[in-house]
Each structure stands twice: as structure tokens, then as C-alpha cells.
């Protein structure tokens, strides 16, 4: 059990605003530092989506929410804190320059996370006053619903620092997942590279639109992986001879000339305008907030889908209302 439940978000955005959510709905206090004009604005919308879905996920009362303080400088967020989250611009400078500020002030046994989908943990580390409590703990949007974590270690992170964060995050519901090796894009983003890319070729040659694209992942096999994964999900394909039976049935396709996925198009700008307006047509009809509590809804039912089931996300979730049913008694 943490004793100091404060942690310090540096850079509100996105990711910044979803990880206050999710801190603050686990009792945690909440110290936030962003310096752009509508950062404040932004988060404010961001917690109130949360407290809008992630209470639907468990039949388990929350902790009492925390308060949530916005300060004027890094200084003042770090102090007295057991966790940083850092959720700054993808640039390396800048996040060296404010590592350099974090440190000077934070306390040395705190958790220092990087949001970072790029960046592996040793390069963060560089001319760090303290690179021990440095690591990856790269989250998904949304923070406060979604339970995966990819937590990396660099060269100089301590054990100690990796253990409290696997178990401050396993405490709000969360998954972590200890990347074994450092890696350029760490393990998920380099599958949706990989789709991704895939799907520019094919709206750039033709083939299909943005909303065809997104209808065969979520018609098909999005389904799929979002209950079983990849390797499991063709494990069931190869039928009752198991995987070995699919590869020595399907391997042979992966000679074949299928894919794109060592060459990039270039985004021209008529390319990017195509991908605009076909999104334009797609989604336009309802606003960001409208999308995003869209998404929400249909991931909290998915969830409670699983969750009846005990499986994938589902069982991690009925893991985390014993927790909390266990805290409320105690």
C-alpha cells in the first residue's frame, strides 16, 4: 500500500489529462503542470468523461475522488509526490530539459514515468541527475478506461522503481506489461504502425476509404483481438491440431507479396487532404466530445461483456473490484 497517494502530472494533453482521471478516481491526489492557456480546459473535459465511464466498469464503489491541483511550475508539482507522470511533447530535448527540472526538486524514490510511445528508457536517462527512477510507462487513450501499461526499463532503472510502479498500477485496475528488452515503439504501437501504414497504401492506391478500412476491424477481427489477442485468437483458427497446424497451413501466405509494410507513401498533400475529407465524411456529423463519449460507452460495454465471462480485460476487471470490495471492508 503507498502511503503518499500524490502524483504530479507534467503536460496535461491527451494522455497527461487521462492519467490525472485515473489517479484522481483511485484516490490519489492530483498536482498538474501545463503551461499552454487550455490545458485547463482540456483536462477539466478529460476528468469529466471519466467520471462519466470508468465508475460503469466495476460493481465496486471507487475510492473517494481527490482533489486535483493546477500549478505554475514544475517546482511546485513535483514536491512530495510518489509518482511523476511525464506527458510532454515527443522531442527529446524537452524532455531532458524537464527531467533535469523534475529532478532537482522531485523526491529521489518517486516514480518517474515517461508516457512515451517512441522513446526508449535509456535514451531518457541520458545526463539525468537521478536516470535510476526513470522508465517507459507508456499508457493507451483512454488512460482512464483502457488498462494496458508497457513498462520499460533502461539500462540504469532500478528494480525497486519497477516493482512500486507494477503495483501502484495493478492497485487502480491497470495492466502492466514489462517489456523485456528496449525497443524502438515498445511492443503495441509497432502493430498499429504496421496497420496503419497498411491502410494509407490501401486509401492511396484505391482500395478502400477510411470507414470501409474501420469497418473491417471493427466487423472482424478487431472483435477478435479485443477478447483473445493475436496469438490466441489463431490458435482457435488452426481448429483442434492447435497453432501448429495454422502456421504449417497459413505460414506459406507470408512469402506472399500481400503487404506494404517496409515501404511508406509519402503524404503528399493531396494524399493527407484524401485521408481529411474521407474522415470529414466519416465521423464529421459528431463532435471530438460526442466521439469520445461514443468510444466510452462502447468500451465500458465491451468490457462488462468480458467481465462476465472472466476473461481478457473482464478478469483483470473482476481482479480489481475484489480489490476494492476487500479496501472498503478493511
Known amino acids: 500500500m503507498v502511503e503518499n497517494k500524490t502524483v504530479a502530472i507534467i503536460g496535461g494533453g491527451v ?3 487521462g492519467w490525472a482521471a485515473r489517479f484522481a478516481l483511485n484516490g490519489w491526489k492530483v498536482k498538474v503542470y501545463d503551461p499552454s492557456a487550455d490545458s485547463r480546459r482540456t483536462l477539466t473535459a478529460t476528468l469529466e468523461n471519466a467520471r462519466r465511464s470508468l465508475p460503469r466498469l466495476t460493481d465496486a464503489s471507487l475510492p473517494a475522488e481527490q482533489a486535483m491541483a493546477f500549478c505554475d511550475s514544475i517546482e ?7 509518482w511523476i507522470q511525464e506527458s510532454v511533447p515527443e522531442r527529446l530535448e524537452v524532455k531532458h530539459s524537464v527531467y533535469r527540472e523534475i529532478q532537482a ?3 529521489k524514490d518517486a516514480v518517474l514515468g515517461s508516457s512515451t510511445s517512441g522513446f526508449k528508457p535509456t535514451e531518457l ?6 536516470p535510476e527512477q526513470i522508465l517507459v510507462t507508456h499508457p493507451f487513450n483512454p488512460v482512464y478506461l483502457l488498462p494496458l501499461v508497457e513498462v520499460v526499463a533502461g539500462q540504469e532503472t532500478t528494480s525497486i522503481i519497477v516493482d512500486r510502479a507494477c503495483h501502484i498500477l495493478s492497485e487502480m485496475g491497470m495492466k502492466p506489461l514489462k517489456v523485456r528488452k528496449e525497443i524502438d515503439a515498445h511492443i503495441a504501437d509497432r502493430f498499429l504502425e504496421a496497420v496503419w501504414r497498411e491502410g494509407l497504401w490501401m486509401i492511396k492506391d484505391g482500395i478502400a476509404t477510411t470507414e470501409e478500412i474501420d469497418d473491417a476491424i471493427r466487423y472482424g477481427f478487431g472483435l477478435r483481438w479485443g ?3 493475436l496469438f490466441e485468437t489463431y490458435r482457435v483458427a488452426g481448429g483442434e491440431a492447435g497453432m501448429a497446424h495454422f502456421i504449417a497451413q497459413f505460414g506459406p501466405c507470408l512469402q506472399w507479396p500481400w503487404t506494404k509494410l517496409m ?3 509519402e503524404l503528399t498533400d493531396d494524399l493527407v487532404r484524401q485521408i481529411a475529407d474521407q474522415s470529414d465524411e466519416q465521423s464529421g456529423k459528431h463532435s471530438i466530445r460526442e466521439l469520445e463519449r461514443i468510444r466510452d460507452d462502447n468500451l465500458v460495454a465491451m468490457m462488462r ?4 465471462n472472466n476473461w481478457g480485460a473482464g478478469e483483470l476487471l473482476n481482479l480489481h473490484e475484489a480489490q476494492l470490495k476487500k479496501s472498503s471492508t478493511s
Open 125 to 130: 536517462q541520458q545526463g539525468a541527475i537521478s
Open 105 to 107: 526538486h522531485a523526491p
Open 263 to 265: 515501404d511508406v507513401p
Open 76 to 82: 511546485q508539482a513535483v514536491v512530495d509526490v510518489s
Open 227 to 229: 477478447q483473445m489477442g
Open 15 to 17: 494522455i497527461g489529462g
Open 305 to 308: 461483456g468480458l467481465k462476465e
